[in-house]
């Protein structure tokens, strides 16, 4: 049935070839009813395939998510690089908007440059074309059943099979998650089929109308797929619905094009809505991103509507031809390469008009935890990475600030630590929140791991600064009572400082790469700061016995060893913490884990001890 001159109302009023006297009220409300079921169709096809999408995306990012993020943090290096990368993790994990939002992330947590970041968007523009390359499918025609069966009705129904068993069957949660692969791509399948039908069911003329105005005044076209793309934050999508329509065989050549420059520019909506609230840096990314794609839309256009018309023989004439799926999924391909390889060599140039220093204060290093990135778990937990990592520095400086204030009796350093102490205490807090709304988003086996070790570590990273925080006590009694340490107490002291400093780079190193082969290194150090512990206090007994020292500072000496070898304990559950979430056990518990003889019992581990004990304590105790 189709609204084609009046064709749904003379059927009705012509039956068995008698012509009925139909009231007019009758006739319109048939008219009404048509409308509505066919707009209920194609809306309800519309919904389906957005769904689908949502499904293929989330289910993706749960299944890839963390090892796409590990490929763009590490495989970055140079611009062509970051092209390919960012082509290749938004064609695995079907989102332009995923990698541009992970982008941001990276680049708000300082992770990345926003050079590196102008290489992974542009890429990303190309990897996002593989979904519409996916959606041409349906117009395979043959009668050849191999062929046949790669059209998306027949498809539709074996990816769903194979998704449901997987989701029922499986028994790890991975390949439950793929499951939601194979089942989202049946849902867009089937969403475009039913959006097909319907919109065949319109008169053709409706169609022919609008896009013959997007072909006479090309800026409308891309108003309305800017538009389009920016409601649904998705230009594979809003393709995808440009892919439905062209199966009415009422769209040219001229009027898809500006629809499809459009959607270029309007996916840019997402990063842009990511980077609210983010560092000045990763609001460049978002308008790095948007100036690329308005770049190549302005290039296109004058290519398109001024060279061309000119330099080719029967443009226009090509212009007005009509298309199917595969010529807009081909002509998404092209403009998005095409864009890259004519802006890339200005990359640098554009990097620096946008990366223009600012005469105000810099901003805090310490990465923001926003609440957009939780539709991402991938991203979020590498802003949970950051906030870790600015922990374990922050931390680390109060330690140093610790020195400073009992060895040089420095108050304002001990006042420094009380600050500083507050800013851990904040971010733990801070932290623990953002990992628990992390924890509701349904997260992968290996995510909700890494979640939960995060928090196992925020909490020995603020007890780090609560020994710092001690120690700045002791600095101040150590200033009221007028307090000196002996030459040898004060010497063991600033090589257990030095040997801590140690400890700490490699925790913090083995928390930044999240590798349980430099986790492994932490337990070996932490037994040599157990072992100068031991050795001082006797050696602080002979101080005593010869008087070498008061009272008074040997209670302090006392306190401050017994808080560094508290300190390194800290550093040892991290550690143990990273390797526990390597291994196939599901609950943390460092003291348990290193009751395990067999960890000790290792070359590695008897040659890191061994050279840590070289170098920080035989040396004093052969003095």
Not at 302 to 314: D, R, S
Request: glycine fraction near 6%.
């Amino acid at each position: 049935m189709k609204l084609q001159n009046s064709l749904p109302i003379k059927k009705f009023k012509e039956r068995k070839g008698q012509t009925l006297f139909v009231p007019n009220t009758i006739i319109m409300d048939n008219a009404i009813g048509l409308f509505v079921i066919i707009a209920i169709q194609v809306i309800g096809g519309l919904c389906l395939f957005l769904f689908g999408m949502n499904l293929m995306g989330d289910s993706l990012e749960k299944t890839a998510g963390m090892k796409m993020q590990k490929i763009i943090e590490s495989l970055t290096g140079n611009l062509i690089k970051g092209v390919l990368v960012g082509a290749l993790v938004t064609a695995v994990i079907q989102s332009s908007s995923a990698t541009t939002v992970m982008v941001v992330g990276f680049v708000s947590a300082g992770i990345m440059t926003l050079k590196q970041s102008a290489g992974v968007i542009m890429g990303a523009n190309i990897g996002t074309t593989v979904t519409a390359h996916i959606l041409r499918l349906n117009d395979v025609s043959t009668d050849n059943f191999f062929l046949a069966f790669f059209k998306p009705d027949n498809l539709m129904f074996v990816l769903m099979i194979i998704g449901m068993l997987l989701i029922y069957l499986a028994k790890s949660n991975q390949k439950k998650e793929s499951g939601g692969i194979f089942v989202g791509l049946s849902l867009v399948f089937a969403g475009m089929m039913f959006m097909s039908d319907g919109l065949n069911n319109i008169d053709k003329s409706i169609f022919e109308t609008l896009f013959a105005y997007c072909a006479n005044l090309p800026v409308l076209g891309v108003l309305i797929g800017t538009a389009v793309t920016a409601i649904i934050q998705s230009s594979s999508a809003s393709v995808g619905i440009l892919q439905a329509v062209a199966s009415t065989g009422a769209i040219t050549l001229g009027g898809a094009i500006p629809i499809i420059l459009g959607q270029n520019i309007g996916t840019c909506v997402t990063a842009i809505l990511s980077s609210v609230g983010a560092t000045k840096t990763a609001k460049k990314a978002s308008i790095l991103h948007l100036v690329f794609n308005l770049l190549g839309t302005a290039l296109f256009f004058v290519i398109l509507y001024l060279v061309c018309p000119v330099a080719v023989k029967h443009w226009n004439t090509w212009m007005e031809s009509n298309v199917n799926s595969g010529t807009i999924a081909n002509f998404h391909t092209i403009f998005n390469i095409s864009t890259t390889i004519l802006l890339l060599p200005f990359v640098g140039l554009l990097v620096k008009l946008i990366d223009r220093p600012s005469k105000k204060q810099t901003e805090a290093s310490t990465p923001a935890l926003d609440d957009r990135f939780l539709l991402s778990p991938a991203i979020a937990l590498g802003q949970s990475k950051s906030m870790v990592l600015s922990m374990l520095e922050l931390a680390k400086k109060n330690i140093a600030l610790s020195e400073e204030a009992v060895l040089n009796k420095n108050s304002d350093a001990a006042t420094e630590i009380k600050r500083v102490e507050q800013s851990v205490d904040t971010l733990e807090s801070e932290l623990s929140a953002y990992l628990v709304k992390i924890t509701d988003k349904g997260l992968s086996e290996s995510e909700n791991k890494l979640a939960m070790g995060y928090m196992h570590m925020i909490s020995d990273i603020e007890r780090i600064s609560d020994h710092a925080s001690n120690m700045s006590d002791i600095a101040k009694v150590m200033i009221s009572d007028d307090e000196k340490f002996s030459k040898g107490g004060r010497r063991e002291l600033t090589n257990m400082y030095l040997a801590i400093y140690d400890l700490l780079d490699t925790t913090i190193e083995a928390v930044r790469t999240n590798s349980p082969k430099i986790a492994s290194q932490i337990e070996p150090k932490e037994q040599v700061i157990d072992l100068f512990k031991a050795t001082f206090k006797l050696k602080h007994l002979e101080r005593l016995t010869k008087k070498k020292c008061s009272v008074g500072s040997g209670v302090c000496f006392l306190e401050m060893i017994n808080n560094l070898e508290r300190v390194a304990d800290h550093c040892s559950n991290v550690g143990v913490t990273i390797l526990q979430i390597h291994s196939p056990e599901k609950l943390f518990n460092p003291h348990e884990y290193l009751k395990i003889e067999s960890i000790r019992q290792t070359d590695e581990y008897s040659r890191i001890y061994n050279e840590f004990m070289q170098k920080y304590y035989t040396p004093l105790i052969k003095e």
